[in-house]
């Protein structure tokens, strides 16, 4: 029996590891390269949502308030800071407003039997406001129809303008011993005042608008009714006491068989022109506004002026 020479345990080890050690980098290289990276499973979804989010785009969340603010940025109706202010009356409906007309008379004289013509003018004022509850009352005198059938030379009349609440205009002569009394105290006598033969227009006014009683605003020719026949916006730059832009005026006209009459109006100012025109007898009237003076004071809200 043969038998190996034997080393020392140790002696062996330390050759051994003298030996490998130069050569360890040449053989881990090699083997790191081929091993596949080792990453735990939640490091795994931190890569897939890293990788998601490269492609799909982070969702923003609105508040409530974010999504307001976002979708009035982006609403295409346009904004109007100031809008222009409405008025409360179409006739300004405060004590001691007054306008001022000047125009044309036209009659036949009767001396001579020929047409006459003159220079007139007269001055509307709000004399008092009688206030109820579902409209106001406001005494006027000098209204431009009472120019009619003159030769120029009138004392005003007084009249009653009516505006209720529905912005239903009603206009009415008064007789000159007529009790006023009964305008706060008789609720009965203001009925024939608001009849629909004393209606002028119900505002907001609008081309094509008939007022009258049901038979003859179904008139085909638009005769023997109030008839809104033109709307259009004018610079009133000629009239004394009227900002200087353009207004909304609206021609409000009664056409019958011997007559017509025409007014032109603008709400918060009035009546701006006045024509009456006779088709027999010369009778004309011929008006425009060159004046208008709002009172300053608030109007009325209860009772009545002294």
């Excluded at 209204?143 to 303008?161: H, I, M, R, Y």
Aim: aromatic content about 8%; overall charge neutral.
């Amino acid at each position: 029996m043969r038998f190996l020479k034997k080393v020392p345990a140790p002696f062996a080890i330390i050759c051994v590891t003298l030996f490998l050690t130069p050569l360890m980098p040449l053989i881990t290289l090699p083997v790191a390269a081929q091993r596949p990276t080792q990453v735990s499973p939640a490091g795994n979804r931190e890569r897939a949502a890293i990788s998601a989010s490269a492609i799909t785009p982070t969702p923003v969340i609105l508040r409530a308030s974010d999504e307001d603010a976002r979708r009035t940025s982006t609403s295409k109706m346009p904004t109007k800071l100031n809008p222009e202010p409405q008025p409360d009356f179409f006739f300004p409906l405060t004590p001691g407003t007054w306008w001022l007309y000047r125009g044309t008379v036209r009659w036949t004289d009767s001396d001579t039997n020929r047409p006459a013509a003159t220079q007139a003018s007269i001055k509307m004022q709000v004399e008092r406001i009688i206030q109820k509850p579902e409209f106001t009352i406001a005494v006027i005198s000098g209204f431009p129809g009472d120019l009619g059938w003159s030769n120029g030379q009138v004392d005003p009349k007084a009249s009653l303008l009516i505006e209720t609440r529905k912005h239903e205009i009603f206009l009415d002569e008064l007789p000159p011993d007529f009790d006023y009394a009964k305008l706060e105290k008789d609720a009965a006598a203001l009925d024939k005042f608001l009849s629909q033969d004393n209606l002028l227009f119900r505002w907001p006014l609008k081309k094509g608008m008939k007022f009258g009683d049901s038979e003859s605003i179904q008139r085909p020719d638009d005769r023997y009714c109030w008839v809104v026949a033109t709307q259009r916006k004018k610079l009133l730059k000629e009239i004394k006491g009227i900002p200087q832009k353009p207004v909304e005026v609206f021609l409000l006209q009664y056409v019958t068989a011997p007559d017509d009459t025409q007014m032109e109006l603008s709400p918060g100012i009035g009546i701006l022109s006045y024509q009456y025109h006779h088709h027999g007898t010369v009778a004309d009237t011929s008006l425009t506004l060159v004046e208008f003076h709002p009172a300053q004071q608030p109007p009325i809200t209860s009772g009545s002026t002294p």
